[in-house]
């Protein structure tokens, strides 16, 4: 799978984080519309997932007296007051313009305070997009990890929490992993809580969404001991795949597991049997241009002739997790086909 | 109206200058406003007799930009110079060169920039666009660099060149080069180097103040040259300079030169 361009804002990619910690509250040390541009796409996004936005974000509204003198007292008061509505936790995001005036924005941060505080570098025009500002949330989030045992466990690490299908995605891999009896410690992070994050190191696998999250998975392995699988389970071969790689390592015995999934693939395959013969063609996003290789399998497995004159099928970015991901997938295709 | 900036290294004497060039100025019966676009706030402080004036920045500070009006951050100063800081922020935060273009809005807004002549003393090195300001947006219309025949005076005389060469290559841009002030340092053929140096960036020097004591003495009496010592020599000069401006027809897009050819013709002069 190919890494996705990074772009967009720094800040909206560390909120798709933050926004996702139960009792956390997100401070923007910037001018207000940072936070309500932000705010809005966030909450557009949930609404068409039937979601409803409950998560606190406030702006510190720098103006340009703070340009001018500096935004550190102002952030400190914001800081503060939003600490009076009793936190689990805060994250203080900074922004283009008080990376750029160079508040330091970290010294504020560690004064003592009653309840956790954590600044996230996001100061967008540094370079990176969305992306970047996921990376370095999550990074500053492990900081809160305790030193822990490790259990026969994994943690989901770096769900894409404003992709549309989150959380069929993680349904499955829970599935998955549950079959072979592994379960899951942490997501981090997506629906979680504080503890959830102190809990991180109690994991003894990381299984991150996608390769994009690979930079994250090297550190986390450095801070915390934990190895990583690069992704997670995308397409018949490489589900089944997934499965033996996970049980590999932690020695178990996945062999009923995986003929059962094998069974299910095939018997998925049989029900969409109407597809045989059907003429397809890739309906793959122009812009990123991405190879369809998960196309192909199916297209394969089915027994379907690729022909520039074919009925175009969706073969989307990301790629649905797993054999049920492929399942919802094949219903897209059936209704292409009219089959 | 007649708009001009002296911009050169810091510690040159450009508050010196300005001070004593506005105090003649204003002798010669013509409404000045002098401005002094740096946060250390000492350039009007000669001409109000050694008291530091509340600036545009503490004001804003204090209540905000809507609430600032005309008189307060106006003085009149030695003969009727009007005088105005822009401040800025505690040194080490925030953002200078934003305080300064903020000043000028809320100048422009109170319609303080009016007069006979305006003199805007700028921070030694424009070290970002904020420092420029004064050269944008048609303020400062004729540009007079101050240097001494140092290297490292020359090299920011230099620099500030190549501002003044790419602001005035815009189409709506009325900033040029007037001229060259030599403020001495009492350096061997220091007025012949640096009118080789204005000559070699396509201008020429103005005038060349000698150093002299009285400078320091008049300081340290908390008032300009041109009011402590009004017949001392120094003081002739300054009026000299005041009139010279007066009748400048000079106004040149500089050639900045590279940092070699600079240190050539400053290393010809060391012997």
């Not at chain 2, 003649?24 to 406003?33: C, I, K, R, T, Y």
């Not at chain 2, 060469?165 to 001495?184: D, E, T």
């Not at chain 2, 401006?245 to 897009?253: H, K, L, V, W």
Request: charged share 20%.
């Amino acid at each position: 799978m190919a890494i996705p361009p990074d772009d967009g804002c720094t800040l909206t990619g560390a909120l798709s984080v933050t926004t996702e910690i139960d009792g956390c509250l997100t401070l923007i040390h910037g001018p207000a519309g940072c936070t309500h541009h932000n705010f809005s796409l966030l909450h557009a996004l949930h609404t068409a997932r039937d979601r409803i936005t409950h998560f606190s974000l406030i702006s510190t509204d720098m103006t340009e007296q703070e340009v001018i003198f500096g935004g550190e007292q102002l952030l400190e008061e914001t800081l503060r007051r939003a600490l009076s509505r009793h936190p689990e936790l805060v994250c203080v995001l900074s922004t283009c313009v008080a990376a750029t005036i160079g508040d330091d924005v970290d010294a504020i941060c560690n004064l003592p305070y009653e309840a956790p505080v954590v600044h996230i570098p996001t100061g967008g025009f540094l370079g990176g997009g969305f992306l970047a500002g996921h990376i370095q949330a999550l990074n500053s989030l492990s900081f809160f990890a305790d030193e822990s045992e490790k259990t026969l466990s994994v943690n989901l690490v770096g769900e894409k929490t404003l992709e549309y299908e989150v959380c069929e995605h993680y349904q499955e891999i829970l599935r998955i992993l549950l079959r072979i009896g592994v379960p899951v410690n942490v997501r981090f992070i997506c629906a979680s809580s504080f503890s959830d994050i102190q809990n991180l190191g109690k994991a003894s696998l990381n299984i991150l969404r996608d390769p994009s999250m690979v930079p994250l998975g090297i550190s986390l392995k450095r801070e915390l001991g934990i190895p990583f699988i690069e992704s997670f389970p995308l397409g018949l071969e490489g589900t089944i795949r997934f499965m033996e790689r996970v049980g590999e390592f932690f020695s178990l015995d996945v062999t009923a597991a995986v003929s059962e999934e094998e069974a299910l693939q095939k018997e998925m395959v049989r029900v969409f049997s109407s597809l045989k013969g059907k003429r397809i063609t890739f309906n793959t996003n122009p812009l990123t241009d991405m190879h369809p290789p998960y196309g192909y399998e199916l297209a394969d497995m089915l027994d379907l002739e690729i022909h520039d004159q074919g009925n175009p099928v969706p073969v989307p970015d990301p790629f649905p997790v797993g054999t049920n991901g492929i399942r919802r997938l094949l219903h897209r295709w059936r209704r292409r086909c009219h089959a | 109206m007649k708009q001009i900036a002296l911009y050169g290294k810091g510690g040159i004497g450009k508050s010196t200058t300005s001070a004593n060039l506005s105090a003649a100025l204003s002798e010669q019966g013509l409404d000045v406003l002098q401005i002094g676009c740096d946060p250390k706030r000492d350039s009007t402080r000669m001409l109000m007799q050694g008291k530091l004036i509340p600036t545009v920045m503490d004001l804003v500070r204090e209540r905000g930009d809507r609430n600032v009006c005309l008189d307060e951050v106006v003085y009149r100063g030695y003969h009727g110079v009007r005088c105005v800081e822009a401040g800025g922020p505690e040194p080490g935060v925030g953002c200078a060169g934003r305080g300064i273009i903020a000043t000028f809005q809320i100048l422009e807004k109170l319609g303080a920039l009016a007069a006979d002549v305006v003199v805007y003393d700028v921070l030694g090195d424009v070290v970002c666009g904020g420092f420029a300001m004064p050269m944008r947006e048609g303020y400062a219309e004729e540009v007079y660099l101050v240097t001494s025949g140092e290297l490292m005076s020359l090299y920011a005389a230099n620099n500030i060149c190549k501002a003044i060469s790419r602001l005035s290559s815009r189409a709506r841009s009325r900033c040029r080069l007037a001229g060259v002030i030599c403020n001495a340092k009492s350096l061997p053929r220091e007025e012949e180097l640096v009118a080789e140096f204005s000559q070699k960036i396509g201008s020429s020097m103005i005038q060349f103040i000698p150093r002299d004591q009285v400078v320091q003495q008049a300081e340290l009496n908390r008032k300009t040259v041109v009011q402590y010592a009004p017949t001392s020599d120094q003081a002739c000069i300054y009026r000299l300079l005041a009139q010279k401006i007066m009748e400048n027809r000079r106004m040149d897009i500089p050639t900045p030169l590279e940092i070699g050819d600079l240190e050539e013709l400053a290393y010809g002069y060391s012997t």
